[in-house]
């Protein structure tokens, strides 16, 4: 489900899934690029400070849903530099690693108020054309393992994998225990099939690390945009296809792991 805590009533979510024998398995926070509120690596102080006080709203949000996870991108989404004009690469190599530093103390304040509530904190590696930070496994491991808190984990997207990875299965053996978290979408990010991942792989890679969490679907309409794709009404129809061609061969290739 999406983290926008003033958009959605806990009360009628929750009536919802009650409804519709659902539940909800995680809260995708949303970091949209440009923002003064939520890139949790900005170099302005007040900018992270309501970046983390919007992951704390979360908290609450996902506390009140049931959920147990809120999932976590350490910079702003579609923010593919840090913040400035820089005239060298040194300049730029050192203005990305300060934000690095920014994005660490963030989580780290955020998993603080997770911890309270008994929520965890999921970061999310994605691809180099949207951001700049966090882009593959290694660096998600880095960036857990520098905030510090049992809060905090990895959650892998079969999509970004597909670009940063050399190997998707190898990567998700490599994340271990770790994660906690999984969304999944062919290398075009529509429905499983419609790409060339190796799905098969995949299944057997999180046999093999013994994951028994949420696989979550996030196939999206063929538009630049993830975050205008998912508000498209002429492709609403789609989400059906795409969620029952994901079940269908996710189901078949589960069974063959």
């Known amino acids: 489900m999406m983290g926008e805590p003033e958009e959605y009533s806990p009360g009628e979510v929750n009536q919802l899934c009650e409804e519709l024998n659902l539940q909800v398995l995680s809260l995708a926070g949303i970091y949209p690029w440009p923002t003064n509120d939520r890139d949790l690596a900005n170099p302005d102080p007040q900018v992270r400070d309501r970046a983390v006080n919007y992951l704390r709203e979360c908290v609450d949000f996902a506390r009140d849903l049931g959920a147990p996870l809120i999932i976590v991108v350490p910079s702003a989404v579609a923010k593919t530099s840090p913040v400035g004009d820089f005239a060298t690469e040194e300049e ?7 934000e ?30 949207e951001t700049f930070l966090v882009n593959n496994v290694d660096q998600g491991l880095r960036f857990v393992s520098e905030v510090g808190s049992k809060q905090v984990k990895l959650h ?20 271990g225990d770790l994660l906690i978290n999984v969304h999944i979408a062919d290398s075009n990010r529509q429905a499983v099939g419609y790409g060339h ?22 196939p999206l309409p063929p538009v630049p945009d993830p975050y205008v794709a998912a508000r498209l009404t002429r492709y ?4 059906d296809v795409y969620a029952q061609e994901c079940i269908t061969r996710l189901r078949r290739f589960e069974k063959e792991a």
């Open 92 to 98: 730029w190599v050192a203005a990305a690693e300060r």
């Open 100 to 129: 690095w530093s920014y994005a660490v103390e963030s989580v780290k304040r955020a998993a603080e108020y997770a911890e309270q509530e008994g929520i965890l904190l999921a970061v999310e590696p994605i691809n180099r054309y």
């Open 156 to 175: 892998l997207d079969t999509f970004h994998m597909n670009i940063e990875e050399r190997d998707l299965a190898e990567a998700i053996r490599k994340a």
């Open 197 to 218: 991942t190796d799905f098969a792989a995949i299944m057997k890679a999180l046999r093999d690390i013994g994951y028994e969490r949420a696989l979550a679907f996030e």
């Open 236 to 239: 609403r129809h789609l989400r």
